[in-house]
């Protein structure tokens, strides 16, 4: 698939208009995770947005992990998160940054803030702190710590730095206006001491600064022209704005706000998606029903699909709540040209061909996809028993079934037209095995004096390859799972998000590399998995999306 023409929005209008005035000659973004968790689709929109202007107006843009919470980060998930931006098919400028890299300039300007009787050592403890900030209706109050001088404030600031003082005994506060209507301006925490051992400081630092604080500094470092961040933050932006205009910093970012992506039957919350993967609902972050970038990759989700979908979701500032059936549709239009087709059996019926001539009944070579002949052809061959879908059967099918039935035809994908001459049962009555004869005139050719419809997928049981098919279903039994004030949205958890079948497929897949995506004709499109699949010994299957459509039905 490559990327389809440019979709308008208010950022890029913004961004348009920067470069024809002049304001910026070229244009800076950057995505800033925290690296507490697996990227989701969220992000995944996020990410491209920001690397997206930056390759559309010939700018950069920058990894930058905000690892100011030391307890809650870890490597791993920064790792995960270099190799999601990549795999979506971006490349940040220059080195990965870290909110940590400018610990010592973020609190030197905290100095220079002090310094300008802006900013004030605090002793009020949290619950104190919230009693004093008034709410929504009602104004704060200054702590009794506001009017301390500048030489004790720097004294206790250092002095927090070096560790004389316990965990959550001070703050660091900027003193803005404690009357403000947007409780962000009420003299917000700038630094708290906390002895957390950091991913990349070590103990080097026992006083960590807040993100609203870091973030906008940090932007400015790296000389970011446009901070792109979601709607929640829009209340943020009088105090992104305040911090850069009373420090001695020459860039100054114009923060920008978007809507959040949230998708219908998922959950996009990194703590909700943690909880599922710490309480084993999932197999893990990358469990393919995740709505995870990883989880997304591996259910065999492809970056060109990925990216389609936020180019078509778009960018504005009103709700931005999307339905699967938006997402799936971008996944399989990409695969539909860009998958080879074979055929796999998910719910095998054996089918014994009584007129089965050895060096007579022929197998015959079919492409791997109706359009590309490029993507060359194998042979399907055929055998004295065979394994069809067991749906394909019916005893007493509804009108209009053009598949088998007892007495009637339907052609095997590939190769002859039979006949269903008789349905074997077992001691319950359930049908295991059929009886179907080849009409030998078929290869190839239509019938002679009728005409044959139904066309089903079948393997010769002599050459398929057992394999283990994992089927998904979405992961929330409604759209909103986390809507609910009064249930958990864990109660929502759909218990049949997953069916493992044990199936067949062709013996063409064999040797396919895990990640590779096939379309299983008539079964939809399916992905060997990234880890479990052994190529030539163990064969695992994920299935990616369906052939159709189910969701908005
Ligand atoms: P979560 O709410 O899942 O924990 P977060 O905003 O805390 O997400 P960050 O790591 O801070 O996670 O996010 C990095 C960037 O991705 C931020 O700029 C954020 O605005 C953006 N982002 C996060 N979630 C979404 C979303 N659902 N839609 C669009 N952008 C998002
Ligand atoms: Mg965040």
């Not at 054996?350 to 052809?377: I, M, S, W």
Request: aromatic share 10%.
């Amino acid at each position: 698939m490559t990327d389809a023409p440019i979709i308008q929005h208010f950022i890029r209008g913004i961004v348009e208009n920067d470069l024809a005035t002049g304001k910026h000659s070229t244009i800076a973004t950057r995505f800033p995770p925290e690296p507490n968790g697996y990227l989701h689709i969220g992000h995944a929109k996020s990410i491209c947005l920001n690397f997206g202007l930056a390759r559309d107006y010939q700018g950069t843009c920058n990894l930058r992990f905000d690892d100011t919470n030391p307890e809650k980060e870890s490597e791993e998930y920064a790792l995960s998160i270099q190799e999601d931006v990549r795999w979506l098919g971006f490349e940040w400028n220059g080195d990965v940054r870290w909110a940590s890299d400018y610990f010592q300039a973020l609190y030197d300007y905290a100095e220079e803030l002090i310094g300008k009787g802006l900013a004030y050592v605090c002793d009020l403890n949290a619950e104190e702190m919230r009693a004093y900030r008034g709410t929504l209706t009602e104004a704060g109050r200054h702590s009794p710590y506001r009017d301390r001088s500048v030489a004790e404030n720097l004294d206790l600031f250092r002095r927090m730095k070096a560790g004389e003082f316990p965990d959550g005994s001070r703050t660091l506060r900027v003193k803005i206006d404690m009357a403000s209507p947007n409780i962000n301006l009420r003299d917000p925490v700038i630094y708290r001491i906390k002895r957390a051992h950091h991913i990349r400081t070590g103990d080097q630092w026992c006083i960590y600064p807040m993100y609203d604080y870091t973030h906008c500094i940090s932007d400015a470092l790296e000389g970011i022209t446009h901070s792109l961040c979601t709607l929640e933050f829009e209340d943020h932006r009088p105090l992104y704005d305040w911090v850069l205009d009373n420090i001695t910093i020459a860039c100054h970012p114009r923060q920008i706000e978007f809507s959040r992506l949230e998708m219908l039957y998922t959950v996009t919350s990194k703590r909700k998606l943690n909880q599922l993967v710490m309480q084993n609902f999932v197999a893990g972050w990358d469990d393919p029903r995740m709505p995870t970038v990883h989880g997304m990759r591996r259910r065999g989700y492809t970056p060109a699909g990925i990216r389609e979908f936020a180019r078509r979701i778009g960018i504005s500032k009103s709700e931005n709540v999307v339905d699967m059936s938006v997402l799936e549709g971008c996944i399989r239009e990409d695969l539909e040209s860009a998958a080879p087709r074979v055929m796999a059996v998910i719910k095998p019926l054996k089918v014994v061909l009584t007129n089965y001539q050895e060096g007579v009944t022929a197998g015959r070579a079919a492409g791997f996809h109706p359009n590309h002949p490029e993507f060359g052809e194998r042979d399907v061959p055929i055998g004295p028993e065979i394994w069809i879908e067991a749906d394909d059967f019916s005893e007493t099918p509804p009108p209009g079934w053009q598949r088998l039935t007892p007495g009637g035809e339907a052609r095997l994908r590939y190769s002859y037209v039979i006949k269903c001459d008789v349905a074997v049962k077992d001691a319950a009555g359930n049908v295991v095995e059929l009886r179907c004869s080849i009409d030998p005139d078929t290869l190839g050719q239509n019938p002679v004096g009728r005409k044959v419809k139904g066309v089903i997928h079948w393997l010769a049981a002599g050459h398929a390859l057992p394999a283990e098919i994992r089927l998904y279903d979405r992961l929330f039994t409604v759209p909103r799972p986390d809507m609910d004030k009064e249930k958990d949205f864990l109660e929502f958890l759909n218990p049949d998000s997953l069916t493992v079948a044990q199936g067949w497929v062709e013996a063409a897949v064999r040797d396919a590399p895990p990640e590779t995506r096939y379309q299983f004709e008539r079964l939809g499109y399916f992905c060997a998995d990234r880890f479990e699949h052994k190529p030539g010994e163990t064969l695992v299957f994920n299935r990616t999306v369906g052939l159709k459509d189910t969701w908005s039905k």
